[in-house]
Nanobody, 115 residues
Framework: QVQLVESGGGLVQAGGSLRLSCATSGFIFSSYDMKWYRQAPGNQREWVATIDRGGKTNYAASVYGRFTISRDNAKNTVDLQMNSLKPEDTAVYYC?????????WGQGTQVTVSF
């Protein structure tokens, strides 16, 4: 059974940093691209960052240069380091993997950035 469990969210002032982590199990982690998404109240879920099986990364323009996605294939975890946070980064953050064309999600972790 695939499980994705996010952690590390919280309340931070603008300009601050947070590090999110997603612990995974139930699949061969090293064989899959991993992604982070976020969803703000009233908005659609949006893609934030991807790290592929080889470690190549891609970022949404809104977070480029501020966020860093990384993975640890020994621990089956994917992290999202978020620096220079802005109030518009406030959202629930989800990690994601697509297995057999099926997107799978964790429960999400809330990130709130205050002015």
């Amino acid at each position: 059974q695939v499980q994705l469990v996010e952690s590390g969210g919280g309340l931070v002032q603008a300009g601050g940093s947070l590090r999110l982590s997603c612990a995974t199990s139930g699949f061969i982690f090293s064989s899959y691209d991993m992604k982070w998404y976020r969803q703000a109240p009233g908005n659609q879920r949006e893609w934030v960052a991807t790290i592929d099986r080889g470690g190549k990364t891609n970022y949404a323009a809104s977070v480029y240069g501020r966020f860093t996605i990384s993975r640890d294939n020994a621990k089956n975890t994917v992290d999202l380091q978020m620096n220079s946070l802005k109030p518009e980064d406030t959202a629930v953050y989800y990690c994601n993997v697509v297995i057999l064309l099926t997107p799978l999600w964790g429960q999400g972790t809330q990130v709130t950035v205050s002015f």
